[in-house]
């Protein structure tokens, strides 16, 4: 059986099991009800986005030192995906922190970063676009994909005392903590199943890549 | 020893030419000048609440003039292919780069040292005695901004869109500098104990050794095939 | 002196430069013909280490193309159709700036030396700015030549230069020979690259499609070769 479809079988499966777990096995949280589900979707998509920008930062190295074109198709992939799944996180805590604390937004240091983080993958995925070359596109990508995942501790580092020193009103610790054995294994499959889902959608796009880069080939040589 | 020769040469290059076309600092002093202007009337407040802002005011004023000097650095290396010249020197890519990164920085110093006295007068603010603390805070940020600022220009410059590009590449990775400059900057001008003020300070000067080390590193790969 | 081999150039998925190899010894002028697109600037500006080949290998004066690109840099000079001056620069202080670049030994002599023979020592506090064309490239020839490099590239030198401006480069260019420095020029003049040079190389497609010496070349074969 090919990679890809044993991938998609796999995330099909865990991405099943996970809504089980999340809406059925997982119990309703004490103080926040049943809107605290959402949870499980938006810690898995942040987790997966970060991952994401990590594989990017890894293969721009690799580009840069090998100039090969699959690390460049694989840092492109996993940009576009990341955003996506930042695009989610976005979605979701809104959506979560409504209800939860009446208000949509607050600048703390983890939404603030995540909205950051969003805003320069856009930017990547922008660089390689306005790029007549493409090789240089790759080039500016990679030195830019360098650059913005080194700082992204020190952004949260920064927004954090920012707003420690400036006391914001306390919005409640849902991570860790007092978090139920249930919800702690609901929370990891939930993870899981993302992960698969990501990998899933990375080597897609990979694929397109591919493709698009054999079509841009033959168009070329055709003329 | 070499290149920090050349590193000289290129900056005082860079100098001698601003000296006679004078065409980018008239255009960033003018230009931070006029953020101060439309802050007031936008703002429309009374000269208490202005103080309270300033820190703020004074940042957005020399990070976007800044940005503005950052374009022009290497668009005047760009033209009439004059990189190209450079690039044939037997002089390696990170003294470029550090010599740019230098002369963006003398730019940032000089507007900053012309429009400061300016703000002080129409906003009527006392800084007298915490000119060297706000001395060594403006070069901290300066660098800590044209660090990547240098870095990214000279992508941006290659891109369809040119000036477009540089300040939305820059703005979202300098935040941590933006955030730090600023926060000292306040704290220093309420008069604020030293041991609120050193924790960005030191941001600053993390973020400024990180980030010089890396984008000289990293030059090469901009400019080379 | 510059030796290459097997040298290819891909931009993107296009194969700008095909299996090139050849050798220019010490002293020779060698002239590259080619009609638009045939790959003549990229290969020269791979050899001024502009750009790096894809494939293959290649060194001048000894040195590797990819390892040792400072020791070819301060070996070669090179003047293109691009002006790398400053404007608000005297030719004075753009040499001396480039000078400085290359760490040239007696500087202020030496500038004064190249400045008067390409005859703009008279011109040398002028701005760059209020340059003609043909005075403008007798500087870059000067700057060029400002670190006696044993290499010279050239990548069409003469555009746009007028007929007086032309026949006092190409003087220049021929007294070079006596300084046993070696030439590799660009060129879209027929004629005048068979004329002057010791050796004619043709790229078509980016492929090496002749190389021979200016003497026994004949009309046919230019002809064929260049359409």
Not at chain 1, 24 to 39: D, V
Not at chain 2, 177 to 183: G, H, Q, R
Not at chain 3, 121 to 138: A, E, K, N, T
Request: charged residues 15%; aromatic residues 12%; contains cysteine.
């Amino acid at each position: 059986m090919p990679v890809h479809l044993i991938l998609f079988l796999l995330t099909c499966l865990s991405m099943t099991v996970a809504l089980f777990f999340v809406f059925i096995f997982a119990p309703a949280e004490a103080t926040m009800g049943e809107i605290q589900r959402i949870f499980y979707f938006h810690v898995a998509s942040a987790w997966t986005a970060f991952l994401a920008f990590f594989i990017v930062f890894c293969c721009s190295i690799a580009y840069l030192a090998k100039k090969r074109r699959f690390w460049d198709f694989i840092s492109l992939s996993a940009a576009e995906t990341g955003v996506l799944f930042m695009t989610f996180v976005l979605i979701t805590g809104p959506l979560w922190a409504k209800p939860v604390w009446n208000t949509y937004w607050s600048w703390d240091a983890r939404l603030t970063t995540s909205l950051i983080l969003w805003l320069i993958y856009i930017v990547y995925l922008m660089i390689r676009k306005y790029t007549e070359d493409r090789q240089q596109g790759a080039r500016f990508a990679a030195v830019f994909g360098i650059v913005a995942f080194i700082q992204v501790p020190i952004v949260y580092m920064s927004i954090r005392w920012w707003r420690t020193l400036h006391p914001a009103p306390v919005l409640g610790n849902v991570e860790g903590g007092g978090m139920e054995t249930n919800m702690i294994i609901t929370l990891l499959v939930s993870v899981l199943a993302f992960t698969m889902l990501f990998l899933n959608l990375l080597f897609m796009r990979y694929r397109i890549a591919q493709v698009e880069a054999q079509l841009f080939y033959l168009r070329e040589n055709a003329e | 020893m070499a290149d920090i020769r050349h590193i000289i040469h290129l900056v005082s290059k860079d100098l001698l030419i601003e000296l006679r076309s004078k065409e980018i600092l008239l255009s960033m002093i003018i230009f931070s000048l006029t953020i101060i202007l439309i802050f007031n009337f936008t703002y429309d407040i009374g000269i208490q609440a202005v103080q309270r802002h300033t820190p703020g005011l004074l940042w957005v004023a020399f990070i976007f003039a800044g940005t503005l000097g950052l374009n022009r650095s290497f668009m005047r290396e760009y033209e009439n292919g004059r990189m190209e010249g450079l690039l044939l020197c037997p002089v390696s890519r990170g003294s470029i780069y550090i010599a740019k990164l230098v002369g963006n920085v003398i730019f940032m110093m000089i507007i900053e040292m012309v429009s400061l006295p300016v703000m002080v007068v129409l906003l009527n603010l006392d800084i007298i005695k915490f000119i060297p603390m706000l001395f060594l805070l403006l070069v901290l940020g300066n660098i800590g901004f044209a660090s990547v600022g240098t870095l990214f220009s000279a992508i941006s410059l290659h891109t369809r869109s040119r000036e477009l590009m540089l300040p939305i590449m820059l703005f979202p990775v300098t935040i941590p500098v933006i955030l730090a400059a600023v926060k000292s900057t306040a704290f220093l001008l309420n008069a604020k104990p030293l041991a609120e003020i050193m924790p960005w300070v030191r941001i600053l000067i993390g973020f400024d050794l990180i980030f010089t080390t890396l984008c000289s590193f990293l030059y090469k790969y901009v400019v080379e095939d | 002196m510059i030796i290459v081999d097997k040298i290819e150039k891909y931009f993107g998925s296009q194969r700008v430069l095909r299996n090139l190899s050849f050798k220019i010894s010490k002293g020779e002028h060698v002239s590259l013909l080619g009609s638009n697109g045939a790959g003549k600037t990229t290969l020269v500006k791979i050899l001024a280490t502009l750009l790096k080949p894809s494939n293959g290998s290649a060194s001048i004066a000894g040195f590797d193309l990819l390892e040792k690109a400072d020791k070819i840099r301060s070996c070669i000079g090179v003047v293109s159709h691009q002006s790398y001056l400053y404007q608000d620069l005297n030719a004075v202080e753009n040499l001396r700036f480039y000078g400085k670049m290359f760490d040239v030994a007696k500087l202020d002599q030496r500038i004064d030396d190249v400045l008067q023979s390409v005859n703009l020592f008279h011109r040398r506090f002028d701005m760059v700015r209020i340059y003609s064309r043909g005075m403008l490239q007798r500087l870059l020839l000067a700057r060029a030549l400002l670190h006696r490099p044993p290499v010279l590239l050239l990548d069409e030198p003469l555009t746009g230069l007028d007929v007086s401006s032309r026949d006092m480069f190409n003087q220049f260019i021929e007294n070079l020979k006596t300084h046993k420095v070696t030439l590799l020029s660009a060129s879209h003049d027929i004629e005048h690259a068979i004329h002057q040079s010791d050796r004619v190389l043709i790229l078509k497609d980016g492929s090496l499609v002749l190389d021979k010496l200016s003497l026994h070349i004949t009309s046919q074969e230019l002809k064929e070769n260049l359409r």
